[in-house]
């Protein structure tokens, strides 16, 4: 199944959407121009920012973590789905949600974050523990654990807090890590056309644990994300190497998060 739909999946670009929103792009895989042509018509990815991004899936508009204001998204159609991963400033902002939702929007997020969110939001949330599911515009959202591993750090994520997401519509799987290490349910997933992997100390792991759980459940595509720690920008291009070198066909794509 990865191959045939690898045509869709391998080159996405920042540029392209019906807003022509520019963002700057360090995409560091050569994608051909009939692919690119090809994937812009189904699904765009534009980085915000660290754990920021605008998805357009098909004529879906997708918000994940959205922080820092509504002018970041001035370019680009307001959200119909809203995913929120954490409690923390870096993914979940209330002035942000309040300025860039309508009501029309469905915000997707576990109960800690909805918890801190007034009650003006209530119609809108859709709360999800960890293994629930919902659907909505024909996108299932899977919740998928997010938490850490070391015994040093287990408290900046603690297990059944936070969400990951995969989602899935079409026969296409994609997931989001939000904050974690490399845990056994991430490596346990199938079947994942793309991967947000984030990538930080000490707040989630290291490139290298993060590009070993990569190999083992070897998604078509993989985008670092999230990668600026306390000492500044994690090295992605050591994790690139890793996973080319791991001879699993997997395409990593870099694209550049901290531009604004």
């Not at 800690?112 to 119609?123: H, I, P, V």
């Not at 659907?135 to 994520?157: F, G, S, V």
Request: glycine share 6%; with cysteine; charged share 25%.
């Amino acid at each position: 199944m990865k191959k045939l739909i690898l045509g869709l999946f391998t080159a996405l670009s920042l540029v392209g959407c019906k807003n022509n929103a520019k963002e700057a792009d360090v995409d560091t895989t050569a994608d051909t121009t009939a692919a690119v042509a090809k994937s812009e018509k189904d699904f765009q990815i534009h980085p915000i920012g660290h754990a920021t991004m605008v998805l357009q899936w098909g004529d879906t508009t997708i918000y994940v973590d959205p922080v820092g204001g509504a002018e970041r998204f001035a370019n680009f159609d307001s959200p119909d789905l809203i995913l929120v991963t954490d409690i923390h400033g870096d993914h979940l902002n209330a002035e942000t949600l309040a300025a860039v939702s309508t009501d029309k929007s469905k915000i997707v997020l576990p109960q800690a974050c909805a918890d801190r969110l007034g009650a003006d939001f209530t119609a809108q949330l859709d709360v999800l523990a960890n293994g629930e599911t919902k659907t909505r515009y024909d996108i299932a959202i899977t919740a998928i654990p997010m938490y850490n591993l070391r015994e040093e750090d287990k408290d900046k994520h603690v297990k059944g807090r936070g969400n990951g997401y995969v989602l899935e519509s079409d026969g296409k799987r994609l997931y989001i890590s939000g904050d974690t290490e490399d845990i056994p349910e991430m490596r346990a997933l199938e079947n994942i056309d793309i991967a947000f992997v984030c990538m930080n100390l000490p707040y989630t792991m290291t490139v290298e644990s993060a590009a070993d759980a990569v190999l083992e459940f070897a998604p078509t595509t993989v985008y670092p994300y999230h990668y600026r720690g306390a000492n500044g920008l994690s090295d992605v291009a050591k994790f690139k190497a890793i996973v080319d070198a791991g001879g699993k066909e997997i395409s990593v794509i870099q694209k550049d998060w901290y531009a604004q």
